[in-house]
């Protein structure tokens, strides 16, 4: 199984991005999925899962700002960023639990990162 992440770059304060995470490969069925993020200097943080119901979590510095969604036909999710700060500029990777052919259990994988750079 592979996470292939894009839509990261460098936007102004108060911008926006969407980033995109594909997940590829003998795919039976994936539960949550979502966004972690990591500054420079600072531990990996969640930002936002969303489940196979369509369930969304949020860390509350991106409450209202960030919506996350995801197309169960595509094994994609994606992360609507509005009203990007500059603290938000970090590396944000896409996860997903995936149970693949052979397997009982939706096991982890990790996207490779996308940078997001806000300026101000």
């Known amino acids: 199984v592979q996470l292939q992440a894009s839509g990261g770059g460098l936007v102004q304060a108060g911008g926006s991005l969407r980033l995109s995470c594909a997940a590829y490969g003998s795919i039976i069925s994936i539960s949550v999925m979502g966004w972690y993020r990591q500054a420079p200097g600072k531990q990996r943080e969640m930002v936002a899962t969303?489940?196979?119901?369509?369930?969304?979590n949020y860390a509350d510095s991106v409450k209202g700002r960030f919506s996350i969604s995801r197309d169960n036909a595509k094994n994609t999710v994606y992360l609507q960023m509005n009203s990007l700060k500059p603290e938000d500029i970090a590396v944000y990777y896409c996860?997903?639990?995936?149970?693949?052919?052979?397997?009982?259990?939706?096991?982890?994988?990790w996207g490779q990162g996308t940078q997001v750079t806000v300026s101000s």
């Open positions: 996860y997903a639990g995936v149970r693949t052919y052979g397997s009982q259990l939706h096991l982890q994988y």
């Open positions: 969303i489940d196979g119901g369509g369930i969304a």
